[in-house]
T-cell receptor, first 109, second 114 residues
């Protein structure tokens, strides 16, 4: 069945780059998404990538997609303390999104 | 603020009871989705409605039901509640039922079953 896997925790120093990784199983997914959840809040879409793309850059965010290995990554450049949150990758077509377990990003000053 | 509203914010109830969670989608959005977020199961899709019709179903228990009304707001009904139903329930909305599926999430309703 469909499954999305993420590492659970990442700790970085302020100013460093963060790389959050995700693997997925559904090769038919047309879009893959990265969502951010801050404490006590709902999920907010950060960025997405279309499956025929290898890379997408959006300001400090870079998404890399390796479709052969079904591997997705999110790189946050110049990570700030305000980036501390849980990051979810998700895949899905119309209807439901399948989310990973979420990666907690801790940014140390 | 995503524009999706959910009420109530917190709900505390006892086992065996029934509750109704309410969601108002963003203005103009036709699709509503319900998700359950718990520590052991993570974020799980429950059900989707599009313009009043059920469109997709996930791991939704038979004790749970949902509907979307003509004004597009949605309600999730949870009955015969068990301790394990304690979770954060999110509603999300999107403009249409389409391949690119940016979903806008509400702040969630935290349900505690005692």
């Amino acid at each position: 069945g469909e499954d999305v896997e993420q590492s659970l925790f990442l700790s970085v120093r302020e100013g460093d780059s963060s790389v959050i990784n995700c693997t997925y199983t559904d090769s038919s997914s047309t879009y893959l998404y990265w969502y951010k959840q801050e404490p006590g809040a709902g999920l907010q879409l950060l960025t997405y990538i279309f499956s025929n793309m290898d890379m997408k850059q959006d300001q400090r965010l870079t998404v890399l997609l390796n479709k052969k290995d079904k591997h997705l990554s999110l790189r946050i450049a110049d990570t700030q303390t305000g980036d501390s949150a849980i990051y979810f990758c998700a895949e899905g077509e119309t209807g439901k999104l399948i989310f990973g377990q979420g990666t907690t990003l801790q940014v140390k000053p | 603020d995503s524009g999706v509203t959910q009420t109530p914010k917190h709900l505390i109830t006892a086992t065996g009871q029934r509750v109704t969670l309410r969601c108002s989608p963003r203005s103009g959005d036709l699709s509503v989705y319900w998700y359950q977020q718990s520590l052991d199961q993570g974020l799980q899709f429950l059900i989707q409605y599009y313009n009043g019709e059920e469109r997709a179903k996930g791991n939704i228990l038979e004790r749970f039901s949902a509907q979307q009304f003509p004004d597009l707001h949605s309600e999730l009904n949870l009955s015969s509640l068990e301790l394990g139903d304690s979770a954060l329930y999110f509603c999300a909305s999107s403009p249409r039922d389409f391949l690119y599926n940016e979903q806008f999430f509400g702040p969630g309703t935290r349900l505690t079953v005692l």
